[in-house]
């Protein structure tokens, strides 16, 4: 089905692990972004992509890594996860960035013990 | 830090009423949107306004937009149970880089009671 789809939805690691969050969209748009929600600080973006191979930092970048080397795929890994990332992460994609909005995945609710 | 700020944080109205929801910002903006999240779920897109416009209706939602005070309005009217979610604002830069990045407002949670 078309869509944007996250995987997985839940995950719990340790401190110190890596673990890599899928963010997969079947509509071919070109931008695509990494949110974190928080109680008490609403959606922040993490990165953002523009295109294949074009990434740049958003408002948390730090400790996250991002790659897109196919359209349709945005994966974010944390290299070194820490407690503070405990959070729920949300992927989301857009065409155009005047006139449409932004398409959400359901994300993902990562728990770091 | 966030661009949008919602007001109230909290609304909790019966069903049949109306609830109003509103949103501030800081910056001069290309469009602004509405999105809805339903408890565990991701955001849904309501509405988008862009910054030449006053006023947009969709459904039972009407949403207003002054770009002299920088704010903006979501009418939900008759409402029901099921409108029950967190409502956010989100802002769309009008230069450069920023016109493709949406700025999420902290979000207004609604409680429609049967």
């Known amino acids: 089905d078309a869509g944007i789809t996250q995987s997985p939805r839940y995950k719990i690691t340790e401190t110190g692990r890596q673990v890599t969050l899928m963010c997969h969209q079947t509509?071919?748009?070109?931008?695509m972004f990494w949110y974190r929600q928080d109680l008490g600080h609403g959606l922040r973006l993490i990165y953002y992509?523009?295109?294949?191979?074009?990434?740049d930092k958003g408002e948390v970048p730090d400790g996250y890594v991002v790659s897109r080397s196919k359209t349709e795929n945005f994966p974010l890994t944390l290299e070194s996860a820490t407690r503070s990332q405990t959070s729920v992460y949300f992927c989301?994609?857009?065409?155009?960035?005047?006139?449409?909005?932004?398409?959400f995945g359901d994300g993902t609710r990562l728990s770091i013990l | 830090s966030q661009q949008g700020e919602e007001d109230p944080q909290a609304l909790s109205i019966q069903e049949g009423e109306n609830a109003t929801m509103n949103c501030s910002y800081k910056?001069?903006?290309?469009?602004l949107q509405w999105y809805r999240q339903n408890s565990g779920r991701g955001l849904v897109h309501l509405i988008l306004?862009?910054?030449?416009?006053r006023e947009k209706h969709s459904g039972r939602l009407r949403v207003t937009l002054d770009t002299s005070k920088k704010s903006s309005s979501l009418l939900i009217t008759a409402s029901r149970a099921a409108d029950t979610a967190s409502y956010f604002c989100?802002?769309?830069?009008?230069?450069?880089?920023?016109?493709?990045?949406?700025?999420f407002g902290k979000g207004t949670l609604l409680t429609v009671n049967p």
């Open positions: 989301a994609s857009r065409a155009d960035p005047n006139r449409q909005p932004q398409h």
């Open positions: 509509w071919s748009h070109s931008y």
């Open positions: 992509s523009a295109a294949a191979d074009i990434t």
């Open positions: 910056t001069s903006i290309n469009n």
């Open positions: 306004i862009r910054s030449n416009e």
């Open positions: 989100a802002t769309s830069g009008d230069s450069g880089g920023s016109n493709y990045k949406l700025t």
